[in-house]
């Protein structure tokens, strides 16, 4: 089929350098410019005279000529040194030295990047600011207790322990999270599968860590440093189960909330002693005990149990 | 033989119905979707692609009632789809963005480089294959959302929008690719450029405010436009037969309602 060439008029060219060309159009004529150097020529020459970039360019152009003649004094000696060392190399590398087929090696480099890649993309929290806040909670109540001897840093971390896997869960998966939802949703793997993935990374990066820095600081009568992980369960496997109703922003929202409502809230509005102490208080009646622990285990496994009866709901689809 | 069967489809969005009383039989070959903002071609394309959910009526893919959750998985594995609009990890390049789809649609692990390659060549970024897409141009991103799409060899393809933001070369170098892949799987392309439709599809489906306008072939729609005598709008026939028909579809709708 014939088509007749396409080129840059000097009208297109003017409103380009201006910034009034919309934006399909300003792309579709950046791609034409790879490869026309003609229109290329008639576009730089209409940047240069625009008054917002006219200038700008002109200074890189000097800052660059800067840098190019210093670069120029340097050369001679990088070049004397780059020329001996590939005279080496060639020296050895026939016969004594094979190089791998460059496919294979080719591959095996894409695979040990996918791999990592894969991993890194198991969620996008893990990859983001969350893992960063659950380092500064794990550093920081470590720093209080140490440093500045606040002995009841341990109630602290197990109050705020909980909502890290929920906000992990928050930050991995969803159409406000994941920047490739609306592909992923398309595939296979999307919906629950996905969900479970991801939230399976971001439980195996703060069950362990938070856990770890519990047992590091002093204990004073307050429940153990593992006190929390049934309660951390519990709240993650509710998010994923509300999210089949409400979303995963909503959902994680409600149970987060719900948590902080029960712990932190009344330690703050207590009148009896410091906000500390009612804090120690609270979750000792939240977590100690084998009562406590067994409703937070019991509220686990029924949130299991909807969670796999409703699977279907996760597969399709958001909620309009 | 229809790879992809939709009867009396609904669709809401909040209070508005995005789609109403559709019905569509598609087989393979390439269909082009036109129709104005807002006429629903996007909410077609993701009920299709499984993403969207309606409200009410069948949608039925190569065989399977996509209803059925059991049923999706083995669907989607087949699918190829370009939303409308998709984001991607920042530091991911070309190639690690095609794999990751690739391993999202289950492809073995053994032959997603090959896929990849030949997606990525396809496409015509073999030479941007290892670029970070950050780096790369709005045109160029939509040729990787093509390239992901594609990396399955999916028997059905759904595109929406696939050509904006490409220069005049490439699309016709895309129409091309386009019927390639048509000759094998079915192809629906939701698209605002009439001649885009002209040029590379077998089937013309318009849609305006959320129902079937007019269905034919990109000759009849042209043929259409030649009726409609030198007063209609457009500048070649096909567009004078695009406005022709939706005129046509939006006249009897006051008396008969």
Redesign the interface.
């Given at each position: 089929?014939s088509?007749t060439p396409?080129h840059t008029s000097d009208d297109l060219a003017a409103r380009y350098a201006d910034g009034s060309l919309p934006?399909?159009e300003a792309?579709?004529?950046?791609?034409?410019l790879e490869?026309c150097g003609a229109c290329a020529a008639r576009v730089s020459a209409a940047v240069r005279q625009s008054p917002a970039a006219g200038p700008v360019l002109a200074q890189i152009r000097e800052a660059v000529l800067r840098e190019t003649a210093l670069a120029k004094a340097v050369r001679p000696e990088a070049r004397e040194a780059g020329r001996a060392a590939a005279h080496e190399a060639h020296r050895v590398s026939p016969g004594t030295l094979r190089i791998p087929p460059a496919r294979s090696a080719r591959?095996a480099r894409?695979?040990s990047?996918?791999l990592v890649?894969?991993l890194?993309?198991a969620g996008?929290a893990v990859r983001g600011a969350w893992t960063a806040a659950v380092w500064l909670v794990a550093l920081g109540a470590l720093a209080l207790s140490y440093g500045a001897g606040v002995d009841a840093s341990r109630p602290l971390l197990l109050a705020l322990a909980p909502l890290a896997p929920v906000a992990g869960v928050a930050l991995s998966y969803g159409v406000h999270a994941?920047?490739?939802?609306?592909?992923?949703?398309?595939?296979?793997?999307?919906g629950l599968r996905?969900m479970l993935t991801r939230t399976a990374v971001v439980l195996a990066v703060s069950l362990p860590l938070l856990t770890l820095t519990g047992l590091l600081l002093p204990a004073a009568g307050t429940p153990g440093a593992a006190a929390w992980l049934l309660p951390g369960l519990a709240l993650t496997l509710a998010s994923l189960t509300l999210a089949g109703w409400v979303g995963c922003r909503a959902a994680t929202a409600l149970t987060g909330g719900g948590w902080s409502c029960a712990v932190l809230v009344p330690a703050l509005t207590a009148s009896g002693g410091p906000a500390l102490t009612e804090l120690a208080e609270q979750l000792d009646r939240c977590l100690a005990g084998p009562r406590a622990q067994g409703a937070w285990g019991a509220a686990a496994l029924l949130c299991a149990a909807l969670l796999a009866a409703r699977?279907?709901a996760y597969?399709?689809?958001?909620k309009? | 033989m229809s790879t992809i069967r939709v009867s009396g489809l609904r669709v809401?969005?909040?209070r508005t119905v995005a789609l109403d009383a559709v019905d569509l039989d598609l087989g393979p070959g390439v269909h082009g979707l036109l129709g104005p903002n807002g006429a629903g071609k996007t909410s077609l394309i993701r009920v299709l692609?499984?993403?969207?959910?309606p409200s009410a009526g069948q949608v039925e893919i190569l065989g399977e009632d996509v209803g059925e959750?059991?049923r999706?998985?083995?669907v989607?594995?087949r699918?190829g789809?370009l939303?409308q609009?998709?984001?991607?990890?920042p530091r991911?390049t070309v190639?690690?963005f095609v794999?990751?789809?690739a391993?999202?649609?289950?492809i073995p692990a053994a032959d997603?480089?090959a896929a990849v390659d030949l997606a990525v060549r396809r496409v015509g970024l073999g030479d941007r294959a290892d670029a970070k897409v950050r780096t790369l141009?709005?045109?160029?991103i939509r040729r990787v959302g093509i390239a992901?799409a594609i990396v399955n060899e999916p028997d059905v393809l759904l595109l929406d929008e696939p050509t904006?933001?490409?220069?005049?070369?490439?699309r016709?170098e895309f129409r091309a690719l386009l019927r390639e892949l048509g000759a094998r799987a079915t192809v629906l392309v939701s698209t605002h450029l009439v001649e885009d439709v002209a040029?590379a599809c077998t089937e013309v489906t318009l849609l305006d405010a959320g129902r079937v306008a007019y269905r034919g072939t990109p000759a009849s729609l042209s043929a259409v436009g030649e009726a409609s005598g030198p007063d209609g709008i457009g500048d070649s026939p096909i567009e004078r037969g695009y406005t022709a028909a939706l005129r046509a579809h939006r006249a009897p709708l006051e008396p008969t309602r």
């Open positions: 089929m088509t396409w934006e399909s792309w579709s004529l950046e791609k034409h490869r591959r894409l695979w990047s996918f890649r894969a890194w993309a996008p994941d920047p490739l939802h609306e592909i992923a949703a398309a595939t296979p793997s999307g996905l699977r279907s597969d399709h689809m958001e309009p | 809401r969005h909040r692609a499984t993403v969207a959910q959750p059991a999706r998985g083995p989607r594995a699918l789809y939303p609009e998709f984001g991607y990890y991911f190639r690690e794999a990751y789809v391993w999202l649609k289950d997603v480089p141009s709005g045109g160029m992901q904006a933001g490409l220069d005049p070369e490439q016709v040029a």
